[in-house]
Every structure is written in structure tokens, then in C-alpha cells.
């Protein structure tokens, strides 16, 4: 058994593959307000960070401008889009093993929050945690803010017992401004080859989901 009582995860690009439906609204988004469209370059700009940076730093959006296309693309995406999402190999056996080996699972997301507790029930996760935090509407929150509160929830006062598994310089960030571990996962999104995370300080990379219980217990 391994120190960490609470194991607190990332969502997109860690236990779930979200890319087509993002992808899907973007595209939609960008059409709407004649924007252009998504070339493969971009295209991992859009998944992981808040909607409102990507489309600031991908097309120069700001003021009400940047606010109109972040709803628009969140209407779009709250609905049969937000459900196009595939759990990666290995997820489900992984919380089995943690429930079974009484660690507190959580999640923390930069996703809004009534979406992602849509989709984590949608795709079973809320059997195994109800600790689950997200963005706010209006992106105040930041990555370090939304693991703290899984923290908090959890009533875990020892920050050595936290450790944070996310697949974005976001998740490492976050978990560094507060103090606590990262193991990042190379599986997602963000971390893709080894110059992305070798610089970093993690207690572990991980390949496929099960890993990390191999991590968890070396």
C-alpha cells in the first residue's frame, strides 16, 4: 500500500477520450461565427484547457466576442455532443482497484462542473467517488483552486497522502502550487513524448492506466 490516501484525477485526457465531441463543437463554434476552420495544429490547443483560453489564444477573441462563442460552444456541447467520449482501456479495473484497496477517489477538472458530473454519471464514475469538482462559468477557477477543493471535501489534512494523475502541464501545475505529487499519464492529451515531461517532477510516467497501480505500490 502506498502513502496516498486521496488519488485525485484529471478528466479529459486521463479517463476519458472527450476529443470527438470537443472537436465536434469547436467546429461548430468556428462555423457559427465565421471563423474559420480547425486545422491538425490546433486541434490539441482545444482539448484540455477552458474553452475561453483556446479561443483567445488560437483566434484573438476577447471582451463579449469571447464570451458569446464560449456559450455558444458550450450549448453545443451540453448536449448529444458532451456524451461522445470513449474510457480508456483499463479505467474501471483501476477504480475497482482502488476502491478495493480503500483509497478516496476524486476528480478535478477544468471542464464546467454540471457537464462534467453529467458525464462522469453517464459513464459510471460517480459509483466510485462523489468527490468531483470542475470550472466555474466564467473560468475564475483555476486548476490549483479545483484540486483544492476535492482536498477539502475529502477532509484529508496531510497533503503528503494527496497525489494528482493528469495528462497536462495544467494538472502539474495545479498539484505544484499546492505542494502535492503528480504522476502524469502519457496516454491523454497533453504529454506526449518524453521532451513534454522530462524536465518535470513526478513520482512517476505512466503509459496505460493499470500502470499507475504498478507506480502506486513501487
Known amino acids: ?17 472527450t476529443s470527438e465531441g470537443i472537436l465536434k463543437s469547436v467546429k461548430e463554434t468556428l462555423f457559427h461565427f465565421n471563423l474559420g476552420e480547425i486545422n491538425d495544429n490546433m486541434i490539441q490547443r482545444f482539448i484540455g484547457p477552458p474553452i475561453q483560453n483556446s479561443l483567445e489564444e488560437v483566434y484573438g477573441l476577447t471582451g463579449i466576442t469571447l464570451q458569446k462563442a464560449t456559450d455558444y460552444f458550450r450549448t453545443i456541447y451540453s ?32 471542464k464546467r462542473e454540471d457537464y462534467a458530473i453529467n458525464l462522469l454519471k453517464a459513464f459510471h464514475f460517480d459509483l466510485y467517488s462523489d468527490i468531483l469538482f470542475g470550472a466555474d462559468n466564467y473560468n475564475k477557477l483555476k486548476k490549483n483552486d479545483i484540486i483544492l477543493k476535492c482536498i477539502k471535501k475529502s477532509k484529508i489534512k496531510d497533503y503528503s497522502q494527496v497525489l494528482m494523475i493528469g495528462d497536462t502541464l495544467h494538472d502539474y501545475t495545479g498539484s505544484k502550487l499546492i505542494g502535492i505529487d503528480f504522476m502524469a499519464v502519457t496516454y491523454g492529451f497533453g ?17 496505460t492506466p493499470l500502470e499507475i497501480i504498478k507506480a502506486l505500490n513501487d
Request: overall charge negative.
Open 79 to 110: 448536449g448529444e455532443n458532451l456524451l461522445h467520449a470513449r474510457v480508456y482501456d483499463g479505467i474501471y479495473d483501476l477504480f475497482e482497484y482502488l476502491k478495493n484497496n480503500s483509497y478516496l477517489i476524486s476528480v478535478a477538472t477544468y
Open 191 to 207: 504529454f506526449k513524448s518524453k521532451p513534454d515531461y522530462e524536465k518535470l517532477d513526478c513520482i512517476a510516467v505512466v503509459d
Open 1 to 17: 500500500m502506498s502513502k496516498y490516501k486521496l488519488i485525485v484525477f484529471d478528466l479529459d485526457g486521463t479517463l476519458l477520450d
